[in-house]
């Protein structure tokens, strides 16, 4: 079993429309809970982070984080064609450096 | 453009050689992380180098070695190459243990 787990997808919705992003993962010493965006061919940008539970708000983007169900989510509302790209859930382990794990990433299309 | 630039972009060898790939990080920052990125894989962690030291350490081979140099660039090695070595790699880079990680646009190697 993976450490992270998530859909890799492709999920398409229409522009306008409200996406839902989860991983699930299992090891509880994850304390920083990232969402990274990669564009065909391009290297992944951080999205939003949050450390230990809770939600947290950027825009049209929330991150929210259960660490008792081991279930993180990202929300993208009034989804753009542009938001077209692959997201990466990531979860750092951070005794001992910066380790990162990452999901395998979901393909997102969000048709105009 | 992430600040963080990385050589060669494109690297063609044959199975058995050694390429050398080549990463700087962004202005002032200390940490340099070194990723794989495949189909099958996804995007894995392989090292982390702070100030020169080797900080963390992933699910990087015997036949992949790194180092960070007093000027803060950073190289991998990979030598007795495969055909499943075949991804893009990328660096990123932080200011010192970090989330907050700058992705450069990777170097994608094929061996043949």
């Known amino acids: 079993q993976k450490e992270v787990e998530q859909d890799p997808g492709p999920l398409s919705v229409p522009e306008g429309a409200i996406v839902s992003l989860n991983c699930t993962y299992s090891?509880?010493?994850?304390?920083?809970f990232m969402w990274y965006r990669q564009y065909s061919r391009k290297g992944p940008e951080l999205l939003m982070y949050?450390?230990?539970?809770g939600n947290k708000e950027d825009g049209r983007f929330t991150a929210q984080v259960d660490k008792s169900s081991k279930y993180i989510s990202l929300f993208i509302r009034d989804s753009q064609p542009s938001d077209s790209a692959t997201y990466l859930c990531?979860?750092?382990?951070?005794?001992?450096?910066?380790?990162?794990?990452f999901g395998a990433g979901t393909r997102l299309f969000v048709k105009a | 453009d992430s600040g963080v630039t990385q050589t060669p972009k494109h690297l063609i060898t044959a199975t058995g050689q050694r390429v050398t790939l080549r990463c700087s990080p962004r202005s002032g920052d200390l940490s340099v992380y070194w990723y794989q990125q495949s189909l099958d894989q996804g995007l894995q962690f392989l090292i982390q180098?702070?100030?020169?030291?080797?900080?963390a350490k992933g699910n990087i081979l015997e036949r992949f070695s790194a180092q960070q140099f007093p000027d803060l660039h950073s190289e991998l090695n990979l030598s007795s190459l495969e055909l499943g070595d075949s991804a893009l790699y990328f660096c990123?880079?932080?200011?010192?243990?970090?989330?907050?990680?700058?992705f450069g646009p990777g170097t994608r190697l094929t061996v043949t």
């Open positions: 990531a979860m750092s382990d951070i005794t001992g450096g910066f380790k990162t794990i």
């Open positions: 990123a880079s932080s200011l010192q243990d970090s989330y907050e990680q700058y």
């Open positions: 090891n509880s010493a994850f304390q920083y």
């Open positions: 949050t450390y230990s539970s």
């Open positions: 180098y702070y100030n020169g030291e080797e900080r």
